[in-house]
């Protein structure tokens, strides 16, 4: 498993932007399985976005897509969140995950779905609020 450091969170104001990075503390090169998720207390966890497999197919939770891009530039070892017209409903505590491919894989790339279970390394966190 991977060691995962997020950074850029913080407060911003509603309709601002924010780009959180995620960095692998090691190389990252056997890993094909990239996402953001959040949550808040109460809530179950909900994906945002991921990139999967080796031909890096990208799929973005319910709703996630008109605001929210992920990437890593080409480089496995650092992944990128990209926010815009950000509303007090998206503070929560956003985690990057990575993951090699597995038989599940697979399946999430068939379902266009971001399941948890094709990641194998987390992140502790790092915190936005969107406040005024």
């Known amino acids: 498993q991977l060691q995962l450091v997020e950074s850029g969170g913080g407060v911003v104001q509603p309709g601002g932007s924010l780009t959180l990075s995620c960095t692998a503390s090691?190389?990252?090169?056997?890993?094909?399985?990239f996402a953001w998720f959040r949550q808040t207390p109460g809530r179950e966890r909900e994906a945002i976005g991921c990139i999967i497999g080796a031909a890096a197919q990208t799929f973005y939770g319910t709703n996630m897509a008109a605001r929210f891009s992920i990437n890593n530039h080409g480089d496995k070892n650092t992944l990128y969140l990209h926010m815009a017209d950000l509303e007090p409903e998206d503070t929560a505590t956003y985690y990057c995950?990575?993951?090699?491919?597995?038989?599940?894989?697979?399946?999430?790339?068939?379902?266009?779905?971001?399941?948890?279970?094709?990641?194998?390394?987390w992140g502790q966190g790092t915190r936005v609020v969107v406040s005024t």
């Open positions: 995950a990575f993951g090699q491919i597995t038989l599940q894989t697979t399946m999430a790339q068939m379902l266009g779905r971001c399941m948890e279970s094709i990641f194998d390394s």
């Open positions: 090691e190389s990252a090169q056997n890993y094909y399985n």
